[in-house]
């Protein structure tokens, strides 16, 4: 009887282990809870990668009956993971680009302000003649145009008025002629002897070339062509004189650029006497500046060479705290030819364009402003040393340090992985990362690492130095 038991449990054994796995998968919610209890009592869980295990706790119901368990350990994803809301990544300044290889060449920094192009910024508005100023046009700060009314004058200025009457008598001579000279040609041959209509001619180019001297002194003394046609037309003197901004291509520049000149400085008041050459006004054009740089007489050399190659340096503005923004590159222009006695530095300037930032009407009146203004601070980096080809080349504040280790954030998707990276250069600026293939075209934060580095220590509960990732 034994061996018939035995051979019919031996067949039947498959069956009833599955029947037996099945019922324990369908009773498992009254068992399971017990069991995990049952080892937490005995300490059976006290490792990360068992807690993992509870369905309970991770939301994924696992049945005993359906496979096997894994826990799953994702500690170390959790520590180098970051989520960060829309509302954290305004408040860090997140800021994200894609990674690419390239050169860079180790700076140094020399101190450089803002300068106008002596010559060539400012502009004089003199009186062309003794007079009364009657009107003023512009206010300090108003944008003028070239051409632009500026000033009214009174004329008081006795050489003009002897030119107009000079004009005016000549112009009436010259009609006078021309009207004999008609009546001589309509005479018929014969009757007028040739000797006068040849003294007639000649009396009419003598007056032609007395008026077109005459005209030439009238604009020296600043009339325009037009009022001096006025003025013969009506036949009656000028008084007023209207001063005008001065031409585009009145300083000799290119005269397709548009230049924007702005009121200065007024010198005058109405009702004011003034001679002629007298200085009325000063307009400024900023549309192009210049960036004063002070470097050392040992940088003269790579200078003179940046200049005659028109390679770029990289020039900063520094803020009123100190930190340096807005990064730009711009030309050489000049260096100077000799080292200042008092400080010993080189001076070099490098071509600024500038930018209007603001441009309305008030009153009447257009005011601008601009971005760059004389006097502010820069910094230029000038390029000394060795350089480093096909290396990743970050902003400071996207390499965050911990202990001995640095590190970036890639982004993937709504989250951020920490990666880790080895330093090659680090400066105020930049940071140089050595390329291993790995961030090439990945997207990293390119600002806030930081912050992001800091939110990543509060997240695993750990602490982080104060002063990782600042560079002093």
Known sequence: MKPIAQLIFKQWRPIVIAVSLLAAAGSYQLWWPHLLQLARDVNLLSSPATKTADPATHGHDHAPGGGHLHPQDTSHA????????????????????????????????????????????QLSVSAPLTGVVSRIYPIEGEAVRPGQALFDLRLTHEDLVTAQQDVLRSTSELEIVNRELARLEAVE???????RLIEEQYKQRKLVVAIQAQTQALVLHGL?????????????????????APS?????????????????????????????????AVLADHGLLYVEGQAFGEDAERLITAASGQEMLEVSQVSGSGNADDSMRLRVIYVADHVDRESRALRFYLGLPNQL??????????????????????????????SWDNQVVLPAEAVVYQGVDAYVFEQHGEHFHRVAVHVLYQDKQSVVVENDGSLIGKTVAMAGAYQMGLALKNQ??????????HVH
Not at 82 to 101: C, D, F, M, Q, Y
Not at 189 to 195: L, Q
Not at 460 to 469: L, R
């Open 78 to 121: 959790a520590e180098d993971e970051l989520t960060l809301s829309p509302t954290a990544r305004k408040n860090v300044g997140l800021r994200t680009g894609i990674v690419e290889a390239r050169a860079y060449h180790k700076t140094v920094a020399v101190p450089a302000l803002v300068t106008e192009r002596a010559g060539w910024t």
């Open 189 to 195: 041959e014969g009757v007028i002897a040739g000797k």
């Open 224 to 244: 325009s062509l037009a009022q001096i046609e006025e003025l013969v037309a009506s036949g009656r003197l000028l008084a007023m004189q209207t001063v005008v």
């Open 248 to 280: 585009a291509n009145a300083s000799g520049e290119d005269a397709s650029t548009e230049r924007t000149f702005h009121v200065q400085q007024i010198e005058v008041n109405r009702g004011q006497a003034v001679t002629a050459g007298q200085q009325l």
């Open 357 to 386: 930032v603001l441009d309305e009407m008030v009153d009447g009146h257009r005011m601008v402003a601009w971005r760059f203004r004389p006097g502010q601070r820069t910094e230029v980096r000038i390029p000394i040393g060795r």
């Open 460 to 469: 695993t509960g750990g602490a982080m130095d104060p002063h990782a990732g």
